[in-house]
């Protein structure tokens, strides 16, 4: 299982806060958030993360949409702080 969490205003786009996803075999991040993500959705992340407004970590160290996922893996995805 990889454990994906979403923290902030984030979990409030996705909806939920922690999801569970078996992976068979390799598969990036991209393809696995797809799987249980709507598209919608995904495309606000992947705008946030485009922007510098959000950052994914796997395991603790920063990633990106093309890491390549294992059993076992947690990724965050969180928002980062901005202001004026």
């Known amino acids: 299982m990889v454990v994906v969490k979403v923290f902030g205003y984030i979990?409030?786009?996705?909806?939920?806060?922690?999801?569970?996803?078996?992976?068979?075999?390799?598969?990036?991040?991209?393809?696995?958030?797809e799987s249980i993500v709507?598209?919608?959705?995904?495309?606000?992340?992947?705008?946030?993360?485009?922007?510098?407004?959000?950052?994914?970590?796997?395991?603790?160290?920063e990633a990106s949409l093309s890491t390549i996922m294992q059993q076992g893996d947690e990724v965050a995805i969180i928002p980062l702080p901005s202001g004026g």
Not at 12 to 30: F, Q, T, Y
Not at 38 to 61: D, H, P, R, S, T
């Open 11 to 33: 979990a409030d786009i996705m909806g939920w806060d922690e999801k569970s996803v078996d992976v068979k075999g390799e598969a990036e991040l991209r393809e696995l958030l």
């Open 38 to 61: 709507e598209q919608e959705k995904l495309v606000k992340i992947i705008e946030l993360i485009g922007k510098g407004q959000a950052k994914i970590l796997v395991n603790g160290v």
